[in-house]
């Protein structure tokens, strides 16, 4: 370490928790971390620089959090000069809290404070002190273009399209941590796509709480359909990713602009949430189970190779046996590839949290498990049913678990591992023979 330090060279270690929004925000962070001269660091412990992007959206994603900043403290009292600073929703929510519990923490920069980084790095913490910044921004949507992004991938990309949300689902803190819904102008999202084309990226995922009302805050009759319409123009970019999709905004014209796109993805994920209607209500989502059934038989009518997924909160306030019976009806009667399942957590400060009627910990374990024996069969199933058949993939990569073994996803998101073959590369589209299906992966082979 002490070598490092006289040869001048500065390393950083970044740590994402939480959704895209927040690995597409890591990835704005680490371009101000280059930019300040920073490199990577391998591990945690060499680094000079650790910054932790966080997620409050449940209970247990806060307690990985704090776990890790218990790890951090150790490396720190060897190596005091070590930086230490948390960004995203759990800077935002708890704000200078933070440091008060934990003065290892430099420095606390919610997710309208990237463009504040450098200074909070080279003048603010110079001298040793706290540094807090968690004011709103309406203007940090701008962060998005100005910002350079340290990304992942040659290939696939995130594009953050809007920040915020407005819907206030009672159980859900996003709205108080990540502000009203901001949207990026559409030539500025193009400019953004065209240039990584130029680059060579092939697939994009575009990225929103809620991507079916983008563009409503402009008041101008701008949407989400004129969005993909223009990105369809884009040369070069092979497949168009969104999420999160929200079935209050989704409208039959923004269906129709998908399914005629040769770029969008047949895959969606459209959260129902529930199966009851009771408990819709109470969750403040805004529909119907109706609603939701007519809208997905639209989306399957016109694109009938779509995958669609989807989350689902058990144990919510109020929630009988007979409504937990009626959501595992819906997955029989509405058959997801795949389904996200939480167990309600309680957010202080939301609605939710302060309704009478919460359900204990036994009966929500048992809800959840017996809506994972309910979907997996589904999705399996579903799966089984590629068995035999060719699909064109774009490839990613080495599976985590053995080198020899590449995969690639389909346009549905559907993973599919194959023997890597010389000549394969990461970024080649190539077709793939299914020949075992699992609930969670296909295992195949490359065909000419
Ligand atoms: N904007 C997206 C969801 C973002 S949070 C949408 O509306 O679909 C991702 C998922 O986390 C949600 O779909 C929901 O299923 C789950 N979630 C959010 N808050 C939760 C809470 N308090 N407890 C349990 N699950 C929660
Ligand atoms: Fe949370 Fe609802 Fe907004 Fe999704 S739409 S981020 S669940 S408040
Ligand atoms: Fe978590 Fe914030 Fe995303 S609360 S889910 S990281 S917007």
């Not at 000079?48 to 490396?75: F, H, P, W």
């Not at 049913?385 to 073994?405: L, R, W």
Request: hydrophobic residues 35%.
């Amino acid at each position: 370490m002490e070598e490092k330090r006289l040869t001048g060279e500065k390393l950083y270690y970044t740590i994402t928790y939480g959704c895209q929004m927040n690995e597409s925000d890591t990835e704005r962070i680490n371009g101000q971390l280059e930019e300040l001269g920073y490199k990577p660091a391998e591990n945690m412990e060499d680094a000079d620089i650790v910054i932790m992007n966080t997620c409050s959206v449940r209970q247990n994603a806060e307690e990985k959090v704090y776990g890790k900043i218990g790890e951090i403290k150790k490396l720190k009292e060897k190596n005091p000069h070590m930086l230490l600073g948390i960004a995203g929703c759990m800077a935002q929510e708890n704000k200078g809290k933070l440091i008060e519990r934990m003065p290892i923490i430099d420095f606390v920069m919610g997710p309208y404070h990237i463009h504040d980084l450098k200074d909070i790095i080279t003048k603010e913490t110079a001298t040793g002190g706290h540094v807090v910044k968690t004011e709103r921004n309406p203007h940090s949507v701008n962060d998005y273009s100005e910002l350079h992004a340290v990304r992942k991938s040659k290939i696939f990309a995130w594009i953050p399209i809007m920040q915020g949300c407005n819907k206030f689902c009672t159980y859900c803190i996003v709205p108080y941590v990540r502000g009203r819904e901001i949207s990026r102008t559409i030539p500025d999202i193009c400019g953004e796509i065209r240039q990584l084309a130029k680059e060579g990226y092939k697939e994009i995922t575009l990225l929103g709480q809620n991507v079916n009302s983008y563009g409503l805050d402009f008041r101008n009759g701008t949407n989400f359909a004129d969005l993909i319409r223009a990105i369809d123009e884009i040369d070069g970019i092979e497949r168009v990713r969104y999420m999160t999709s929200h079935p209050r905004d989704m409208t039959f014209d923004m269906v129709d602009a998908m399914a005629a796109s040769p770029k969008v993805v047949r895959h969606m994920h459209l959260p129902v949430q529930h199966g009851s209607n009771e408990m819709l209500r109470r969750m403040n989502r805004g529909y119907t189970i109706e609603h939701f059934k007519e809208l997905l038989a639209y989306v399957r009518e016109k694109m009938p190779d779509i995958a669609v997924t989807t989350d689902l909160i058990t144990g919510f306030p109020g929630e009988t046996e007979a409504m937990h019976e009626e959501t595992l009806k819906l997955l029989e009667d509405l058959r997801f590839d795949s389904a996200y399942t939480f167990i309600y957590s309680p957010r202080t400060g939301t609605p939710a949290a302060r309704m009478e009627d919460q359900i204990d910990d036994a009966t929500k374990h048992r809800r959840l498990q017996e809506l994972m024996d309910t979907e997996n069969p589904i999705s399996l199933a579903l799966n089984k049913k590629m068995e035999g058949h060719t699909y064109e993939i774009i490839v990613e990569g080495p599976s985590k678990q053995d080198e020899n073994h590449w995969y690639g996803r389909t346009s549905s998101n559907k993973m599919i591992l194959f023997p890597h073959k010389e000549g394969i590369h990461v970024g080649d589209t190539v077709k793939a023979k299914v020949d075992l299906a699992q609930t969670w992966v296909l295992k195949g082979e490359l065909v000419e």
